[in-house]
């Protein structure tokens, strides 16, 4: 089947690195997207790695290795309000226009 | 622009009542996109439309039907809700680029309650 596993929780402290990571298993996709969700609030774009290697943006990046079958979100200088959940997603190939989301992170930050 | 608007922002209904969700973009997004999300869980697709004229199901459909009004609207429809219809339902929409990138804009969600 087609399916996109994450950590369900991870915890880290303000100022610190975490990494997310997203695999998956499928015969093909056009590429992975990540996606931050506040409490209560909407899913908001966050990146697109339409190749392998890393992306860059700002304190985030987002890496892709469709060798290994896996994908992570890296945040930077965690800060209070990055305390969300993180989904990855997919747009598999001979899927239609649709995307696939994973499981979903939830990322607490500490003091 | 106002991006993804969605109307209701809450709603209870008794079991066995009807109800449609609207939801629209200013964006002139091809594609536009129903979703379900449980507490504590990932998004599930429940209908989607690539483009106006056309719907197709998702990972969900079962008691949902929807209408692609026009390009700026997409509703849902609940012709009979039952508990498990129970849920925050975002509604999106995504232009496509050729080469794979699509983004999808989210609206605020309806939260329903079904008794």
Known sequence: ?111 | NAGVTQTPKFQVLKTGQSMTLQCAQDMNHNSMYWYRQDPGMGLRLIYYSASEGTTDKGEVPNGYNVSRLNKREFSLRLESAAPSQTSVYFCASSVLITTGVETQYFGPGTRLLVL
């Not at chain 1, 996606?35 to 892709?64: K, M």
């Open chain 1, 1 to 111: 089947g087609q399916s996109l596993e994450q950590p369900s929780e991870v915890t880290a402290v303000e100022g610190a690195i975490v990494q997310i990571n997203c695999t998956y298993q499928t015969s093909g996709f056009y590429g992975l997207s990540w996606y931050q969700q506040h409490d209560g609030g909407a899913p908001t774009f966050l990146s697109y790695n339409g190749l392998d290697g890393l992306e860059e943006t700002g304190r985030f990046s987002s890496f892709l290795s469709r060798s290994d079958s896996y994908g992570y979100l890296l945040l930077q200088e965690l800060q209070m309000k990055d305390s969300a959940s993180y989904f990855c997603a997919v747009r598999f190939t001979g899927g239609g226009n649709k995307l696939t989301f994973g499981t979903g992170t939830q990322l607490k930050v500490e003091l």
